[in-house]
């Protein structure tokens, strides 16, 4: 086997085994435990050594945060980069970048504009490249949402979640989970506002339980977690057109009432209350979003200390 074979990039959720994704997990529920000092048993060999580099062509706070901070306390280092610091911005290639970045640093992250970018980096990339992102998925967001899910309920495996609002990024993110760990998902869009149609295939042939629909009540009914996030996502310039068809498909009290009586809200931040979400729902009993936003850095760990050789 090559080298480059066994290199552990964390792209997307759908391209991982499960095995290694309930580790992950597991691993995330004892970094919190855990606090700030990881023990030992927990972190990748020469972990001290290692130093981490995060690139960003569109703005984060976060994800940003949250893997400088999470890479800090598993004892490594961290540089942080923004796109136009690097010749990246000027038109060098990714392929050149990923080469260079591979002589100097042990792990990358990346959020892209596209997701061929991160495709073609660890394509070239003799080191891990993580997802921070791209306009296609959000995998180490809904690692971080499976995580809370558990906290509260219990392995999600057979439990019913429901998305409502625009099929974007994140929703497919969640699609990929639903088929990885087991559990049911209902995706409501505007039918112009489905997932991307690779992503309801790819689902198909593996034979996940996702619905697609059009009814933000039936999708939402006797569910355990009602999800949703921003109409408008970075790099997105119809924001007057899909607010005015996102309109239906507003999270508020009264859609949260079809749920089942113990369940939780979640939203990967950042939040636009009286948009997709009413002010008395994210801010009220039923919302996680905070132990969401949380279990990044927790999650964050356990994915940097896989990527970098944890059992
Ligand atoms: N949820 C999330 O990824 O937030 P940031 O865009 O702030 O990183
Ligand atoms: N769908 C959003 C998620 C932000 C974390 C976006 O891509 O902008």
Redesign the pocket.
Known sequence: MSNRQVIRHFIDIHSLDRSALRRIIDSAHEMKKAGKRVPAALCPPGIADSVLGLIFE?P?T??RISFDVAMRQLGGQCITLNNTDLQLGRGESIADTARVLSRYIDIVMIRANVQTTVDELAHFATIPVING?T?KS?PC?IMADVMTFEERFGPITGHTVAWVG?G???AASWMHAAVKFGFKLRVATPPTLAPADDVIAWVKAEGGHVEIMDDPIAAVKGADCVVT??WV???QTDAAKRKKLLRPYAVDAGLMRHASKSAIFMH???AYRGHEVSADVIDGPQSVVFDEAENRLHVQKAILAWCLGAN
């Open positions: 569109k984060s976060r994800t992102l306009e959000h967001q625009d974007n990024n994140v996030d921003t996502s970075m790099g990967c931040l950042p």
